[in-house]
């Protein structure tokens, strides 16, 4: 009976240690021009992409965040990121996206109209829209650097 209580003790400890550590090792920090970012709900990292709050990081670059709750009634909802003429729409849970760069309408053109695909969907966790940080800042034009071991972004 001792054996056994012991065995149980010995691996209830070994998972406890393990999920610390693997706890420890998802935690995401993200810098911006050399600070540190604060947010509410903290970026995650879902197969290998680190995904971050849209409207803290976006914000922090100056650009302006907007939330479409069942966008033109399909169901989908999105989020609209705007800042120098370049245009970003993303629907949350979808891999496809759509960017514009330039702007339209009152005699202006556009210039450039592209999609792509995630390979990580845009996801709503605790009330809050995290998108793949890389990809939506370097159409921004921001140079993004991560640190693997320290699990650090910087913009």
Request: with cysteine.
């Amino acid at each position: 009976m001792n054996k056994y209580i012991t065995f149980l003790l010995v691996i209830t400890l070994i998972i406890a240690i393990f999920s610390v550590s693997v706890i420890a090792q998802e935690t995401v920090n993200v810098t911006l021009n050399e600070k540190a970012i604060e947010f509410d709900q903290p970026p995650i990292i879902v197969d290998g992409r680190t995904l971050v709050p849209v409207r803290a990081i976006f914000e922090a670059l100056g650009a302006d965040v907007y939330w479409y709750e069942n966008f033109m009634d399909g169901g989908v909802n999105s989020v609209l990121i705007v800042k120098n003429g370049i245009k970003l729409f993303i629907g949350i849970g979808q891999t496809d996206f759509g960017i514009i760069k330039g702007y339209y309408g009152e005699g202006q053109t556009i210039t450039e109209i592209a999609t792509g695909y995630f390979d990580v969907p845009p996801q709503v966790v605790n009330d809050r829209t995290l998108l793949p940080i890389r990809f939506l800042c370097e159409q921004l034009n921001v140079i993004v650097n991560w640190d693997d071991i320290n699990k650090n972004v910087f913009c």
